[in-house]
């Protein structure tokens, strides 16, 4: 099965990233194929800086990360909730 795991906090040093160390350390990498993508390893800017008036030049993070997600047949994503909203 191929797995991909998206770590979606910001902060490299929160729990979040060591729920993130902990699953991709204790995948059976005999079994499944794992590929990783953290959010805070990237420089990705989200704002659509002209609304739809023109087009953004292409990001190849949006390009990963679209290739990866056609790959996965199984997507964890870990990501913080905070003040439970």
């Not at 995948?27 to 990237?42: A, Q, V």
Request: glycine share 2%; charged share 30%.
């Amino acid at each position: 099965m191929n797995i991909l795991v998206v770590n979606g906090h910001p902060d490299k040093e929160s729990f979040c990233e060591a729920i993130f160390n902990s699953y991709v350390d204790n995948i059976d990498r005999d079994k499944h194929d794992i590929e990783t993508l953290k959010l805070n390893d990237i420089d990705f800017d989200p704002v659509l800086r002209y609304g739809y008036r023109k087009r953004m030049e292409k990001d190849e993070n949006i390009s990963r990360s679209q290739e990866l997600l056609l790959w996965a047949d199984h997507i964890v994503f870990v990501y913080p909730i905070w003040w439970s909203s």
